[in-house]
């Protein structure tokens, strides 16, 4: 901060990249270690605070991005409790979350009586996000998160004797909080309260590699209010590139997963999330008009793709005039309003 201080060149940044290196297990803190006492943060620790200010005071970048494990990119964004939320660290496995402000605000705030976007201030569960969290620090336009690769699940003898877990830990609960565990999505309070308790973005990114179909869908309507409805825009990859040296062709990073499995939790994550917009794009209250699937641009994931919306595309029971648009494939998925309140799907490359 000195050196940019005194060259003047504070303006000419506009990126910042934090990343906490693997130190191993970490569990506790470690009072002498000043990077610990610095990005370390549980309520009443307003060390996270500190941290942030001192570096947004002197540079006012447009876009962050945080890399470590789970527990340091909750530490880092200032989530509360994360060191007793996630478990101990046992494996070299780092995560990306990525804060842009797309273009700079004059009046820079999180308040929701000036912008109708933003991150969750008073969450209702356990997940919450600190009110002096850098989350909170910037109105962040878009926010992206990259999981890495979740083979190591596939193939263990849990995996194959109960399935996927119901729940695996990840900063998308403090991301996107539940609203309430009410068993219909009606509020006679409704927007004073989700205002509030939920976290309403124009876009998110999430990138990793065969996550378990329940992983990013796992919040359902009957447990209140669907998170993904006040998100705008959603960018979606799933699965790895296809290239010569994909992960896939790694036999040590596969290990004892069944590819064929891995592919099918993909394909049924977009097979669910087109029900789940076909279910809710009348909703006057549903935010979300737009998907972008970058696994499009594998040739074989997008024939598959075609044919498994052919075949299921039927039971969610479109209106003939707009059944081919619903059981459709492409990269992009809009729903646009026509007159007269009437919506429509279309699907592009």
Not at 130 to 153: K, M, T, V, Y
Not at 229 to 247: F, G, M, T
Not at 248 to 277: F, I, M, P, S
Request: net charge neutral; proline share 4%; with cysteine.
């Amino acid at each position: 901060m000195t050196f940019l201080q005194k060259r003047g060149l504070q303006k000419c940044v506009a990126s910042l990249v934090v990343f906490r290196p693997w130190t191993g297990s970490q569990a506790s803190c470690d009072p002498t270690d000043t990077w610990q006492r610095l990005t370390r943060h549980c309520l009443g620790v307003p060390l996270s605070r500190e941290f942030w200010h001192s570096i947004l005071s002197v540079i006012d970048c447009q876009r962050i991005i945080l890399m470590g494990s789970c527990i340091d990119l909750a530490r880092l964004a200032g989530c509360s409790d994360a060191d007793a939320y996630f478990p101990t660290i046992t494996e070299e496995h780092y995560q990306l979350l990525e804060l842009d402000r797309n273009t700079p605000i004059k009046t820079d705030t999180s308040s929701r009586r000036d912008v109708d976007f933003g991150l969750a201030t008073k969450a209702t569960g356990t997940c919450k996000i600190a009110p002096d969290s850098l989350l909170h620090l910037r109105r962040w336009q878009h926010i992206g998160l990259n999981e890495g690769s979740f083979l190591h699940l596939y193939g263990t003898a849990r995996w194959s004797e109960r399935g996927p877990p119901a729940h695996i830990l990840s900063i998308l609960d403090y991301l996107f909080p539940r609203c309430c565990g009410q068993v219909t999505t009606t509020h006679g309070h409704r927007f004073l309260h989700t205002i509030n308790a939920m976290s309403f973005m124009d876009s998110f990114s999430y990138t990793a590699i065969f996550p378990p179909m329940d992983h990013l869908l796992r919040l359902k309507a009957t447990l209140g209010i669907n998170p993904l409805q006040h998100v705008r825009k959603l960018d979606l990859q799933l699965a790895p590139v296809a290239a010569e040296n994909s992960i896939v062709l790694d036999q040590a990073r596969v290990g004892n997963a069944d590819l064929a499995e891995c592919w099918e939790h993909v394909q049924a994550t977009y097979l669910k999330l087109r029900g789940l917009l076909f279910q809710k794009y009348e909703d006057v209250e549903w935010r979300l008009r737009e998907v972008v699937c970058q696994d499009d641009a594998n040739a074989n994931f997008r024939a598959d793709m075609q044919v498994r919306f052919n075949a299921f595309g039927d039971s969610w029971n479109p209106p003939v005039v707009v059944a081919d648009e619903w059981k459709a494939w492409g990269k992009t998925w809009k729903i646009v309003d026509l007159a007269d309140d009437f919506r429509v799907l279309t699907v592009g490359q």
